[in-house]
């Protein structure tokens, strides 16, 4: 059965949303932008009832297994819970690992068989392949709402803002948990992601030519090896501004809190100043939508962009 | 003779560079097969001399990655160094490059930063894009490196 544009569109206006750890703490501003800019755009989403962790770095790197089960509940919860076909998760890591649980019950028996066992034992459904869809704030917004219906939603706009998509490495790697992507068409590129370019273009953003969007933030090793991540944060960092980006818009807590962070230490440990400012993408479109800079928790941002959106006339 | 990653690094950081950009960024290309040198010969490896799409690099790229799928993380940074090449080709031919070159040299640093983490630390790049934990076994399908 062929999926059409108006299916996708009526399936994705009202989604399961799982905000996970990270959006509770750290990158609540993410959490705050998105669920401002969805209201404002009339996109439903409702909290999936009783989340837990998606089992992240941590659990991950001890027993796979586990985390498996940890997503499975979620899209569990989303699928008996909320009576939901759509899970959507603005974190890479949430995302990434909800995909990777679904491909791991599809493909590998042991994960399918320990899903079924602690589901069993902790008294609530398991959750079987298919059962769900996982999608991102990208695909949300991008097909949920439709890039022509945004159009017509750009009051005022970005004002020509140059902005440097970074998607960071969860959002596209790797290939196979994204059977959906590198299509072809309308689909997201596997290479050289555009989803958060497209829509921010809309919304009267000049993306520059930014080559490392994918490229690894140094997320992992923020604490064993804080130098490492800071040297690959402040290369990102450098190649926006020699890209000529005054904004580098993320959609991954993990890569924008590392970018805030790091770009601070970059300063303090190794004496190198940049002044490109780090915003999340909901939040640029929630702007070019008129909608208010504290309403899309701008000001909680560790990085201080708002005086640069006054200047240019956005905030 | 292979530079090791500090000798690379510290070569980026120098600001010692070909005046030509076309000559510069055969030299970026030339780090960034050291770098995957480094990353090969330290899993045991002989480097390959083979190319892809007429570039070395992505040939090592691709012997790096085998049995590693974190290696993959770095995969389009190999491929925007091989493009920022082609482009500073072409632009070198009207006598421009500068900007592209610089760019180029951005991009050669995180690849250099990237395997140089990866080799100081294992693990860089396996929570994000390709995770393999720590109790998983190496893909046994596929000839580690190639040796």
Do not use: Q, W
């Given at each position: 059965m062929t999926d059409t544009i108006d299916d996708r569109k009526q399936r994705y206006k009202k989604v399961a949303y799982y905000p996970g750890c990270a959006l509770e703490g750290s990158a609540q501003p993410y959490d705050i932008s998105t669920r401002a800019v969805g209201k404002h755009l009339g996109l439903q989403l409702e909290d999936v009832k009783d989340w837990n962790c998606c089992g992240a770095m941590e659990v991950k790197n001890i027993d796979p297994e586990i985390q498996t089960y940890l997503s499975s509940r979620v899209m569990s919860q989303a699928k008996?819970?909320?009576?939901?076909d759509v899970v959507m998760a603005p974190c890479n890591g949430c995302y990434h690992n909800l995909k990777k649980a679904e491909y791991d019950i599809a493909n590998k028996p042991k994960s399918k068989e320990t899903v079924e066992k602690i589901s069993a034992k902790a008294g609530h459904e398991a959750y079987h392949e298919g059962e769900i869809e996982t999608i991102h704030a990208l695909d949300w917004i991008k097909w949920g709402y439709g890039e022509e219906e945004l159009r017509a939603k750009i009051k005022g706009g970005l004002k020509g803002l140059k902005v440097a998509n970074y998607y960071g490495c969860?959002?596209?790697?790797?290939?196979?948990?994204?059977?959906?992507?590198?299509?072809?068409?309308?689909s997201e590129s596997l290479t050289k992601p555009h989803y958060m370019d497209d829509l921010l273009a809309i919304a009267g953003a000049e993306n520059v030519d930014f080559p490392?969007?994918?490229?690894?933030?140094g997320g992992a090793h923020s604490l064993s090896d804080s130098d490492m991540s800071t040297k690959l944060v402040l290369n990102i960092l450098e190649a926006a501004e020699a890209a000529g980006a005054e904004v580098i818009a993320t959609e991954c807590p993990t890569c924008h809190s590392g970018l805030e962070m790091h770009q601070i230490r970059a300063l303090k440990r190794l004496s190198k100043d940049t002044n490109v400012k780090v915003v999340y993408f909901t939040q640029l479109l929630g702007l070019a939508m008129g909608m208010s800079p504290r309403k899309l928790g701008i000001?909680?941002?560790?990085?201080?962009?708002i005086p640069l959106l006054k200047e240019r006339g956005i905030a | 003779m292979t530079r090791s990653i500090a000798q690379i690094e510290e070569w980026l950081e120098s600001?010692?560079?070909?005046?030509?950009p076309l000559e510069h960024a055969g030299e970026l290309v030339k780090a960034g097969e050291e770098v995957l040198e480094n990353w090969i010969l330290a899993h045991g490896g002989t480097p390959t001399d083979e190319t892809r799409e007429n570039f070395r690099l992505l040939a090592l790229h691709r012997q790096g990655a085998k049995g590693d799928?974190?290696?993959?993380?770095c995969r389009e940074t190999c491929r925007e160094i091989a493009y920022h090449y082609n482009l500073v080709k072409l632009e070198a031919a009207d006598g421009r490059g500068q900007d592209t070159v610089a760019m180029m040299r951005l991009v050669t640093k995180h690849l250099v930063l990237f395997i140089g983490g990866k080799l100081r630390e294992a693990g860089l790049g396996d929570f994000c894009c390709s995770s393999r934990s720590l109790r998983s076994k190496p893909d046994r399908k596929v000839d580690y490196l190639g040796v």
């Open positions: 008996n819970k909320n009576g939901a969860m959002y596209t790697r790797p290939r196979h948990i994204f059977p959906e992507k590198g299509k072809g068409g309308d490392l969007k994918t490229a690894c933030c000001h909680a941002n560790v990085s201080k962009s | 600001g010692e560079r070909a005046a030509d799928p974190s290696f993959n993380a």
